[in-house]
């Protein structure tokens, strides 16, 4: 059997078992309604992990280069966002 490697929001839905604080499941509720539960998780999981690989790769650029200004943080973070949004370019592959 082939194995598929998909980027990050891409691929066919696969069921997870998930366990939040009642509080925070109930808030969820509450905003999006019970049929928008798993897609509302999706794209806050989603936006998680395109920050921490920004934050991977500003930590790369400071190790080769020194300190990154809040300017150019700024700036990386705007483009970052730019290229990896809806219909933008693909996202990293997950590993």
Do not use: H, N
Request: glycine share 10%.
């Amino acid at each position: 059997m082939t194995e598929s490697t998909y980027g990050i929001g891409e691929g066919p839905a696969t069921r997870v078992s998930l366990s939040l604080p009642e509080g925070t499941a109930e808030a969820i509720r509450e905003r999006v309604g019970k049929r928008e539960f798993s897609a509302f998780v999706a794209e806050a999981v989603e936006r998680e992990l395109r920050g921490q690989i920004l934050d991977e790769y500003l930590a790369d650029c400071e190790r080769r280069d020194g300190p990154v200004s809040p300017e150019a943080r700024q700036r990386a973070r705007q483009v970052f966002d730019e290229l990896l949004s809806e219909g933008g370019e693909e996202w990293p592959v997950a590993s």
